[in-house]
């Protein structure tokens, strides 16, 4: 992985190769499509899903793994036995997947939901 800035989310994932970086686009992809008033956008130089100037969800690759961040300690609490039940990884703010993850939807899309509700 490159420590170049990034100037756009394709460039990002362009740069982590395959498979790194299709997974991340595929959960990327996912997201829009499903909540298409989400959008995605380049910040802390890694993609980050928003609503307005709410981050909702935001995804990166580290050298082994991949992670996910539903930006809410809460969130990730409340989903920490399930998620950990399914043989991820969880930290206090995020949870890791292998890199050629086969895209959980209904947990995607439960993880989006829960964060949004908590939006308000």
């Not at 100037?7 to 994932?13: G, R």
């Not at 793994?65 to 206090?92: C, D, M, N």
């Not at 895209?103 to 509700?117: F, G, P, Q, W, Y």
């Amino acid at each position: 992985m490159s420590s170049s800035k990034f100037s756009s989310v394709d460039e990002y994932l362009i740069s982590l190769g395959s498979p790194k970086g299709d997974t991340l686009k595929g959960v990327i992809d996912f997201i829009l499509k499903s909540f298409p008033d989400l959008d995605c956008k380049v910040a802390w130089n890694v993609p980050q899903i928003c609503r307005g100037s709410d981050y909702v969800f935001g995804v990166s690759a580290l050298k082994n793994h991949l992670a996910l961040a539903p930006w809410s300690t809460e969130v990730i609490e409340a989903f920490q036995e399930r998620l950990e039940g399914e043989g991820y990884v969880v930290k206090k703010n995020l949870f890791q997947i292998p890199s050629e993850w086969k895209i959980d939807e209904e947990l995607l899309s439960s993880l989006v939901k829960t964060r949004l509700a908590e939006l308000g």
